[in-house]
């Protein structure tokens, strides 16, 4: 389930540090410019020159250029928040156009805080949250009462109760939320169908290049559990591992295994009956799927996967993924 995240942004002393750097920019570049050239005699050579002196004019300009500094100081930081989800951890920044950058995280995390000497007196510090094989190390700094975080996110980070997964299976399908009774056994036919897994796969790519969602297998359309025992039984490994291996490899042939970490299992049992919950993360970069030699681009719409037209691809990912 994709939960309500937790939003962070960082402290404002973080403004009044940019605009202190800002200020010593600026007369340090008055300075320099004034080494490099006198600008008195060149102002007085235009025309406007004569009715405006060089004094007013230099101290408008630099009245100018700082408020127009300052107030893009403030607006990166009014527009850059990070927001931390069970799976992932969404970076948002920019003013004209929105950036955004998905980081996966991989459970159990470590979270911890450090202060430095000035920190601890205006109540900030940094955020540092180590993924489960602790090589990936995400940083956010500037953080007030960054301690209170960081108990906020550790508790997220508690596995969801079946309550939870009973509830979203209660739920109707949407742009966020599909089903499938199996990954690749055809009910109807009694045997192996690989072309419910190709569809299952499109599924998961459009999810990854929309928002994100949830793939429930072992579940019809109308919210009823089925169980994976059929798929389970085509399996040569007839259990929960070599249902996720086997997803797996057709994952990684089919999408490419560097969006591996985007997508998160877990099993559950109800009423005897195993399911399972694929968490897909939205990606970082555009995901095509390939099946013999043919690529196609898939996006959500509503709670349908659909698959773009060519013209349509590259207006899509430009607004998509714009960094």
């Known amino acids: 389930m994709i939960n309500k995240p937790i939003v962070i942004k960082k ?14 920019m600026v007369i340090g570049f008055y300075f320099l410019a004034g080494v490099l050239a006198n600008y008195g005699e060149l102002y007085e050579q235009f025309t406007f020159g004569q009715g405006v002196s060089y004094e007013i004019a230099k101290n408008l300009f630099i009245a100018i250029g700082e408020s127009f500094l300052i107030a893009l100081i403030f607006l990166r930081w009014f527009f850059t928040t990070y927001s931390v989800y069970p799976e992932m951890i969404i970076k948002e920044w920019g003013i004209v156009f929105k950036k955004r950058r998905t980081i996966p995280l991989e459970r159990p995390i470590s979270v911890s805080c450090h202060y430095s000497p000035l920190a601890r007196i205006f109540h900030y510090g940094n955020i540092i949250i180590k993924n489960k ?39 109707r399908e949407h742009e966020k939320l599909e089903f499938k009774t199996t990954f690749r056994w055809d009910i109807k036919e009694n045997k192996i169908n690989k072309a419910l897994e190709k569809i299952t796969i499109k599924t998961v790519a459009a999810f990854l290049n929309s928002g994100g969602g949830n793939l429930i297998i072992g579940v019809d359309d109308k919210g009823q559990v089925l169980g994976l025992d059929s798929d389970y ?3 040569s490994k007839k259990d929960a591992d070599g249902f996720e291996n ?9 999408i490419g295994s560097e969006f591996r970490n985007f997508i998160k299992f877990a099993f559950h049992k109800i009423n005897e009956k195993e399911i399972c919950q694929i968490k897909v993360l939205p990606a970082n970069k555009p995901a095509y799927t390939k099946f013999e030699n043919e690529e196609a681009f898939y996006v959500r719409t509503g709670n349908a996967t659909n698959a773009l037209q060519v013209s349509q691809v590259t207006p899509y990912i430009k607004r998509r993924w714009r960094d």
């Open 11 to 24: 402290s404002p002393v973080i403004i009044i540090r940019n605009l202190l750097v800002l200020q010593f």
């Open 133 to 171: 094989k602790l090589e990936d190390i995400i940083t956010i700094s500037h953080v007030p009462d960054p301690e209170g975080y960081c108990d906020s996110i550790l508790d997220q980070q508690q596995d969801e109760t079946i309550d939870q997964v009973e509830d979203l299976i209660k739920s």
């Open 233 to 235: 039984l085509s399996l």
């Open 246 to 254: 086997h997803f797996t490899n057709i994952f990684k042939t089919a």
